[in-house]
């Protein structure tokens, strides 16, 4: 039977007090949640504007501003995450992800009124999720360092909920699938 030595006994009590706190790990998580929702923020907006190509210009470009935001979004991030006693996250840039799911439709491209106002509504929808989330976030927030962009987080995602709800009631052709819905 081996038992443990005392100097054993006291080098592991040693590693355990070098351990960062729950609270560390608690900051790291927010952060790697906060970094993973943006990321998989940027992505959404990405597709979609690349979706929305053949319809709509605009509509497109729009999409493409949004996923900018969300670029910016985990630059500011990083550097509040440079601020607090962590080790750096590995936030990074956003890259483009896999092919996204089209929720059944069998073509990439968005090609008619009916198809175009299903994802804006459902790009609404995404964004009040994302809105919901960084309140859930900031309510259970303990960083001060924190609270000043998850309330610019809080605001954008207002924001872009609107500039999304406007604009599918702005293009011509969603207005007419609207009224017929109704």
């Not at 998989?40 to 690349?50: G, K």
């Amino acid at each position: 039977m081996n038992t443990p030595s005392v100097t054993y006994l006291n080098n592991h009590f040693l590693r355990q007090t070098e351990r960062p706190t729950s609270v560390v790990t608690m900051i790291e998580d927010l952060l790697a949640l906060a970094g993973g929702h943006e990321h998989n923020e940027y992505q959404r907006y990405y597709w979609l504007s690349l979706r929305f190509l053949t319809y709509h210009i605009g509509i497109s470009k729009l999409l493409q501003a949004l996923a900018e935001e969300s670029q910016q979004r985990i630059q500011a991030l990083t550097k509040v995450a440079a601020t607090l006693p962590i080790a750096l996250p590995r936030l990074g840039e956003p890259v483009v992800g896999p092919w996204p799911d089209l929720h059944g439709q069998g073509h990439f491209f968005i090609y008619d009124d009916a198809m175009a106002a299903q994802e804006l509504s459902r790009a609404e929808l995404e964004e009040w999720r994302s809105r919901r989330f960084y309140e859930r976030l900031q309510d259970y927030n303990a960083i001060p360092a924190l609270d000043a962009w998850l309330n610019e987080c809080i605001g954008q995602c207002r924001a872009q909920f609107q500039i999304l709800h406007e604009a599918r009631y702005q293009c011509p052709g969603l207005t007419r699938v609207n009224a017929h819905t109704a």
